[in-house]
């Protein structure tokens, strides 16, 4: 265990067993140099301990990363909830939760993730105030996370085509859900051709009706021929099989883990696609989400968001200079603003 917490340089690691709520929750506090850790809570079934304590790890560490890039006052921490057998006490089970976050005192924030939902966030809420994202401040960070991706598009956009504007520029769209859908309209509205897809058919047709965007199967994504290709949906899209089969000049879209395994990153590089790390271009939900909690305006937060415009050219810039993937130059960067002195010294 030690491990694994060393080579991810983390900070702290608690769990929680309570056996009344059936409660098994680990949280990870990655890094809290820059402030308060901030990252939603995960509920899913794990094969095993140790998978929820990997996947804990990781995704905390995601988090500082991207919160030194965004520029925002937050560490990087998340929390796993090991989902129990059904049935079981939905509420019961999220103030545990809830009661887990504030025995911290404020060091992690917790918010939605994958198996969670606001109805859950307003149990958490109810037994600490260390959460965002429940019916009581109303933070849905999905159309800052589109917004902050077209931002990043415009980035790459200028890198690759000495030009910042979309109009003309063909996007192929994986996943019509709450970015994907938010991403669709602002292209829209840039004057961008779009190619959609969505695992619901009915999603891609609303997309048809309201953007004239061209439908695609699921399964033509990644061959899609396009300057843009955008996975909006889930993580792992580009691996070593669909590398052989992109026909674009540019990969920009929400998805987490967007890359399988961190080489794939170099071969992108080596093919001459650019690529735009998914932490850095998706964190506008997390500068929704932190600003709003500081009670910042939504001009003022859109203004940052848009700052996810000149992070990507520049890491495109070093990129160039250093001939090293946008990826790595991505986690250089990280590092650097996280472990200054350390790397200073
Ligand atoms: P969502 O669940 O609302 O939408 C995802 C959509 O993708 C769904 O409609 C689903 O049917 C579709 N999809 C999944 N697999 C697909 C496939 N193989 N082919 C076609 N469509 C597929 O999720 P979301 O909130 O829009 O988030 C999208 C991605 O962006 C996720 O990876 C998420 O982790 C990431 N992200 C979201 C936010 C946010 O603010 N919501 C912030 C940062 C990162």
New binding site residues.
């Given amino acids: 265990m030690f491990d694994i917490i060393e080579q991810a340089r983390l900070g702290e690691l608690h769990f929680k067993s309570d056996p009344d709520s059936g409660l098994k929750s680990i949280i990870a506090i990655h890094n809290t140099k820059l402030g308060p850790a901030l990252g939603g809570c995960r509920c899913i079934e794990y094969h095993s301990d140790t998978a929820a304590i990997m996947d804990v790890v990781r995704l905390a560490r995601g988090m500082s990363y991207k919160a030194a890039l965004a520029k925002v006052p937050q560490g990087g921490g998340k929390a796993v909830i090991l989902k129990p057998a059904e049935p079981f006490d939905r509420k019961a089970l999220y103030q545990a939760f809830g009661r887990f976050v504030n025995e911290l005192g404020g060091r992690y924030i917790t918010a939605i ?2 198996g969670t939902t606001i109805h859950d966030m307003d149990q958490v809420a109810k037994v600490t105030p260390h959460v965002s994202g429940s019916h009581s401040d109303g933070l ?7 917004l902050g991706v077209l931002a990043g598009m415009k980035a790459a956009a200028l890198q690759r085509y000495g030009n910042s504007k979309l109009k003309g520029l063909t996007v192929a769209i ?8 938010h991403l669709a309209s602002l292209l829209y509205e840039e004057g961008a051709r779009l190619l959609v ?4 058919e009915s ?1 891609v047709k609303q997309a048809q009706t309201a953007f004239h965007a061209e439908p695609m199967s ?2 033509q ?1 990644c061959s899609a021929h396009c300057h843009i290709l955008s ?5 792992g ?1 580009i691996n070593h099989e669909t590398i052989n089969v992109l026909h674009c000049d540019i990969i920009a ?5 967007q890359l399988a395994t961190p080489d794939v990153g170099q071969q992108l590089h080596q093919r001459g696609i650019l690529y735009a790390p ?1 932490y850095v271009i ?5 500068i ?1 989400v932190s600003m709003g909690l500081h009670r910042a305006t939504q001009q003022e937060i859109s203004n940052k968001t848009w700052g996810i415009s000149e992070t990507l050219y520049d890491i495109f810039t070093r990129s160039s200079v250093e001939n090293l993937p946008p990826s790595t130059i991505a986690d250089l960067t990280a590092e650097e603003i996280l472990y200054q002195e350390t790397v200073g010294a």
């Avoid at 897809?197 to 619901?200: G, H, M, P, R």
């Avoid at 879209?253 to 883990?257: D, H, I, K, R």
């Fill in positions: 993730d994958s849905d960070p999905s159309p800052n996370t589109a994986q996943g019509m859900g709450n970015v994907g859908f897809t969505d695992l619901q999603k699921p399964d994504f996975p909006c949906g889930l993580g899209v879209g929400s998805a987490n883990n998914d998706n964190a506008g939900g997390l929704q």
